[in-house]
């Protein structure tokens, strides 16, 4: 189910590209509204929360892809992403379990320690957090910005600063 979800992440991206080019012309553009500052970073906090939804999507498709070609066929063992170990260390493998939170794929050994397997989990696990992170930044300085103009509309009487 990780895969398809990850395939339709794949194919947003591309859109999510254009929508953030899009909005960055509209920006640069002359005839812009008084409370555009605002607006954008809204916008920008949707998209960066967007853009960490699609990132790790397309990491749980990866580790439920890595699991099924684990799983299945004539080449599945030992697990492609433990198939990188030194020779000595394969020599002890005995199984794999993919982990869905943090993205990551280990190699289970005989004597039950595990090992991280190779892949780009660790990129995509650290960019999804970058954009998380992101989106809750730019969500509380909208929220820091309402109150600024806020007090400063208090402070002079009613009267709107711009």
């Known amino acids: 189910m990780f895969v398809l979800l990850m ?4 194919l947003a991206v591309p859109v999510w590209t254009v929508a953030v080019l899009v909005k960055l012309v509209s920006v640069v553009l002359p005839g812009r509204r008084p ?9 920008c906090a949707v998209m960066a929360a967007a853009a960490a939804v699609l990132v790790y999507v397309i990491g749980l498709g990866s580790v439920q892809w890595d699991s099924h ?26 199984g794999h379990e993919p ?6 794929f280990h190699c289970i050994l005989n004597d039950g320690s595990e090992i991280a ?8 696990n650290s960019v999804t957090v970058a954009f998380a992170l ?9 929220g820091f910005l309402d ?12 009267a709107s600063p711009t």
């Open 35 to 43: 409370d555009w500052g605002r607006d954008l970073l809204r916008w």
């Open 134 to 142: 992101a989106a809750v930044v730019l969500a509380l300085a909208v």
């Open 7 to 10: 395939y339709g992440a794949l």
């Open 147 to 158: 109150e600024f103009r806020a007090r400063a509309e208090r402070r002079t009487g009613g």
């Open 117 to 124: 397997g190779t892949g780009a989990y660790t990129w995509l």
């Open 69 to 94: 070609e684990a799983e299945s066929g004539a080449d599945s063992a030992p697990a492609l992403p433990c198939r990188s170990l030194d020779p000595a260390t394969l020599d002890h493998l005995a």
């Open 99 to 104: 982990s869905y939170l943090p993205l990551g």
